[in-house]
């Protein structure tokens, strides 16, 4: 009888062994589930976080007639630089009327234009050497990769809130110059 109680115990023994790794397997399989879980959530599941831009005042413009009479005047931002031009006036949530971005370019050329990742409807005004207005697209449609290209060789855009162009009148032929501290060096 002693030796049957003994082969019982070993018996329980050897299944409280066998036991315990299943125990450890099934506890690493729902830590790593838990984990991949939190991973998946937070890389797939969640739109990646975008970096919103505001207006900085660096200057102004004014917008003509041919014959030097003042149309309108706003302020500037300026993207002169290959890095500020690309990102020009994507996300940004909003910018107010008397606001607007002046691109300038090394030389004059066909330049053309897109609304990838912009939020804000824009006029777009193409501008040449002798900063006279040579082609203009009103009402952009945002958020998206259509070109908005320049007629005319161009060398600078400026884009302001769509309507306006229609609310100040501007048309092709108008001119426009600016001021501003770094501005100087851009403005021949």
């Not at 023994?13 to 879980?37: E, W």
């Not at 004014?62 to 006036?89: P, V």
């Not at 910018?95 to 409807?121: D, H, V």
Request: positive net charge; charged residues 25%.
């Amino acid at each position: 009888m002693a030796k049957k109680q003994s082969k019982q115990q070993i018996q329980k023994s050897s299944d409280t062994k066998l036991k315990l790794p299943v125990q450890k397997i099934i506890i690493a399989v729902i830590v790593l589930a838990v984990i991949g879980y939190f991973i998946v959530d937070n890389f797939v599941n969640k739109e990646p976080k975008m970096e919103y831009y505001t207006f900085t005042k660096e200057g102004e413009l004014i917008f003509t007639d041919s014959l030097g009479t003042l149309k309108a005047k706003i302020d500037l931002e300026i993207a002169d630089n290959d890095y500020e031009r690309q990102l020009g006036l994507m996300n940004r949530k909003e910018m107010s009327e008397n606001q607007g971005m002046l691109f300038i370019f090394p030389k004059e050329a066909y330049q053309s234009f897109w609304m990838r990742n912009t939020f804000i409807s824009l006029d777009m005004i193409f501008v040449n050497e002798q900063k006279k207005i040579v082609t203009i697209h009103r009402d952009t449609k945002i958020l998206t990769e259509q070109s908005y290209p320049a007629s005319e060789l161009s060398k600078y855009v400026v884009e302001v809130v769509a309507g306006f162009c229609a609310k100040h009148n501007i048309q092709i032929g108008d001119k426009i110059n600016w001021m501003g501290t770094r501005l100087s060096n851009n403005n021949k």
